[in-house]
């Protein structure tokens, strides 16, 4: 069981995931977000205790982080939550992942230790998952799958068998990413898109079938 954690931001995935860390019986110390107007204000009757600089109080520097920063990708470099994350860890802070209870996750799959996986959320043998990625309410990862890092599959979106997502793909909610295609690093799929070839570069994938936005 994963001890007490603090989930770093407070913004509308922050809630979800500590809803779902609730459902599993995980202790939420509270949230760290650099919006000062948050600070002091709860959460699910958890605080919003500060910027990142209070994760080096004492009562604090034991527990695991968990990202609780969402976005599609659109900005430039990499995601937000990437960046987050790879400056807390260079600190030594530890992620830790998600389970919400409600989710499948077949043994058979791979996933790294702070994949987040959300409410119905489906993850077929074989797949492989990589850190920091989430796999959000309602997405089917099928089977023998590769996602790279910090890869987001919104709500609803189905990533059919054999497909490989490079680092920081975002799939929008509702889409469908047909079977064994490869999109590259960066790509990002509207919502309700429908892809069917592969996209190497970083790229707006939108409408059904989708197309490079121009
Ligand atoms: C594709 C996306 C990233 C584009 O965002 P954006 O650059 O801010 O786009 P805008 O909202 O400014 O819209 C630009 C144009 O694209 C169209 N458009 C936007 N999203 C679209 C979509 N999903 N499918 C088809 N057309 C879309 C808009 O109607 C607009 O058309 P217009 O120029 O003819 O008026 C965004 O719309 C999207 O689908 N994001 C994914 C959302 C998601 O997965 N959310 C889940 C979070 S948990």
Redesign the pocket.
């Known amino acids: 069981m994963t001890g007490p954690v603090v989930i770093v931001g407070a913004g509308g ?1 922050a809630r979800v995931v500590a809803d779902a860390l609730m459902c599993q019986g995980v202790e939420v110390r509270g949230f760290v977000d650099p919006d000062v107007s948050l600070h002091g204000s709860p959460v699910y009757g958890r605080p919003v205790l500060g910027g990142d600089a209070v994760l080096d109080e004492p009562d604090l520097l034991d527990c695991d982080l968990v990202n609780g920063l ?1 976005g ?1 990708g ?1 900005e430039g470099g990499p995601p937000l939550r990437r960046r987050v994350q790879e400056r807390l860890q260079a600190r030594g802070r530890r992620f830790v992942g998600v389970r919400h209870p409600t989710a499948h996750v077949s043994p058979r799959a791979d996933l790294a230790a702070d994949v987040q996986v959300l409410a119905g959320a489906v993850i077929q043998p074989g797949a492989r998952i990589g850190a920091g990625s989430v796999i ?1 309410t309602r997405a089917v990862i099928e089977h023998d799958c590769r996602l790279g890092g910090f890869v987001h599959c ?2 609803g979106s189905v990533v059919c068998g054999d497909v490989d997502l490079g680092d920081d793909v ?1 799939v ?2 509702g889409s469908v990413i047909r079977q064994g295609l490869i999109l590259g690093r960066g790509v ?1 799929v ?4 429908a892809v069917v070839a592969d996209q190497n570069l970083a790229a ?1 994938l ?2 059904v079938p989708a197309k490079v ?1 121009g």
Do not use: E, I, S, W
């Open positions: 995935h969402g599609v659109l959000n919104a709500p975002h929008g909610a990002v509207a919502a309700g898109a707006v939108m409408g936005r």
